[in-house]
């Protein structure tokens, strides 16, 4: 079991950054993927960006270069830097993990995940 808990969202102008921090508890293995998901309104959740134990990184093509993870697998925190932010980056975020190979952006192969932070990117 792995528990999750987001913060940092927030509302921003256009052009703006946040953080989003993700803290694990409850499994001393911590060699899991772990990943930020978001769900905008009336879409499907997406992935934004995984990263292994090893920080191993993937990203959606749509944060390339905007967004970074970052991680601390000792305290088991996981970070997202999100710079340039445009309205389309709105949505709630969701910390995801599990041990799984590669650490995909694919939301279904994640068994646990946080309660989500939302994110409000103005114009």
């Known amino acids: 079991q792995i528990h999750l808990e987001e913060s940092g969202g927030g509302s921003v102008r256009a052009g703006g950054s946040l953080r989003l921090t993700c803290e694990a508890s409850?499994?001393?293995?911590?060699?899991?993927?772990m990943g930020w998901f978001r769900q905008a309104p009336d879409k499907a959740r997406e992935g934004v960006a995984t990263?292994?134990?090893?920080?191993?990184?993937i990203y959606a093509d749509s944060v390339k270069d905007r967004f970074f993870v970052t991680r601390d697998k000792v305290k088991g925190i996981m970070y997202l830097q999100m710079n340039s932010l445009k309205p389309e980056d709105s949505g709630t975020y969701y910390c995801?993990?599990?041990?799984?190979?590669?650490?995909?952006?694919?939301?279904?192969?994640?068994?646990?995940w946080g309660q989500g932070t939302k994110v409000t990117v103005s114009s």
């Open positions: 409850g499994n001393t293995n911590n060699y899991y993927c």
């Open positions: 990263i292994d134990s090893d920080g191993t990184t």
């Open positions: 995801a993990a599990d041990w799984v190979n590669t650490c995909p952006l694919a939301a279904g192969i994640y068994d646990y």
